[in-house]
Nanobody
Framework: RLDESGGGSVQAGASLSLSCAVS????????LGWFRQVPGKEREFVAG???????FYADSVKGRFTISRDNAKNTVDLHMDSLKPEDTGVYYC???????????????WGQGTQVTVSS
């Protein structure tokens, strides 16, 4: 199970952090990530973090977003700086329960949390 929190409405240039509480599977060996979706568009990859702590980011968020994981608390966070209106969307926490080497493969999703950035 993946439970997101921390969404909200902010002005452009602000910062916001999302958190995802994970339960029901072995957290420390599971790749985790964040996706986002806006109405009428496909869900898009935002960031991922592997069990070896290696991180991956979409080009659109590199240098602004930071993904992290806490193996003691079973949480994965997404810290977002310098937010832009185009960052608006529903943000989903994701996990890859089926072992794979694709850093953008995920098969389990949370319910999502809304992030709205106004100009």
């Amino acid at each position: 199970r993946l439970d997101e929190s921390g969404g909200g409405s902010v002005q452009a240039g602000a910062s916001l952090s999302l958190s995802c509480a994970v339960s029901g599977f072995t957290f420390s060996t599971t790749p985790l990530g964040w996706f986002r979706q806006v109405p009428g568009k496909e869900r898009e990859f935002v960031a991922g973090i592997r069990p070896n702590w290696r991180t991956f980011y979409a080009d659109s968020v590199k240098g602004r977003f930071t993904i992290s994981r806490d193996n003691a608390k079973n949480t994965v966070d997404l810290h977002m700086d310098s937010l832009k209106p185009e960052d608006t969307g529903v943000y989903y926490c994701a996990a890859a329960l089926i072992a794979n080497h694709d850093p953008m493969y995920f098969d389990t999703w949370g319910q999502g949390t809304q992030v709205t950035v106004s100009s």
